[in-house]
């Protein structure tokens, strides 16, 4: 939308950022069912009659709010414009997710530092039971930090990586309470010092 705003009003663009702010405030947003003024606010946001220079001119009375409203109902055109070209791209990714009280969900929190106790729905993924998620607990020891070690159980492909003056030897390891698509590289001679038994 601001950049047909850009191309359309030129050099003087700047000077309708406030008509494009209140345009996009007051047009109805599908996904919050209302304009975010009225979300905001709780009332639709009034018709601006303050701006008195538009351009170069000054413009008084009723040119004004006849010029004003021009320039939003333009305004509303590329904001409908901008959104219908963006809505197929972001319909790909839309899904209707509805969820009930006591439902099992996954949360993906992989890309967050800091887990929050609000988050949006597209974040979860519904849980269908799998008794290959449940781990024992009596078969996991515990730190008193709240970390356990991943014992390694099985060698499953030996590997070495060239580099210019030397050859490095590497194992995919599989550990415990992991599946084999899960199972790790890990340099030979370290697991074979801390390991011994697998080799």
Known sequence: MLRSCVIDFRGSWEDYLPLAEFAYNNSYQSSIQMAPY??????????????????????????????????????????????????????????????SVGDFVFLKVSP??????????????????????????????????????????QILERDVKVLRRKSIPFVKVFRRNHSSEEAMWEPKDAMRQQYPHLF
């Open 38 to 99: 009225k979300a905001l606010y709780g009332r639709r946001c009034h018709t601006p009659l303050c701006w008195t220079e538009l351009g170069e001119q000054r413009v008084l009375g009723l040119e004004l709010v006849s010029d004003t409203e021009d320039k939003v109902r333009w305004i509303l055109d590329q904001l409908r414009a901008a959104s219908d070209r963006q809505k197929p791209y972001a319909d790909l990714k839309r899904r209707e997710i509805e969820f």
């Open 112 to 153: 967050w530092k800091k887990i929050h106790n609000v988050f949006h729905v597209s974040m979860l993924r519904r849980y269908c039971s799998d008794h290959t998620h449940i781990i024992l607990v009596e078969d996991i020891e515990v730190r008193p930090d709240l970390t356990f070690e991943e014992e390694p159980v």
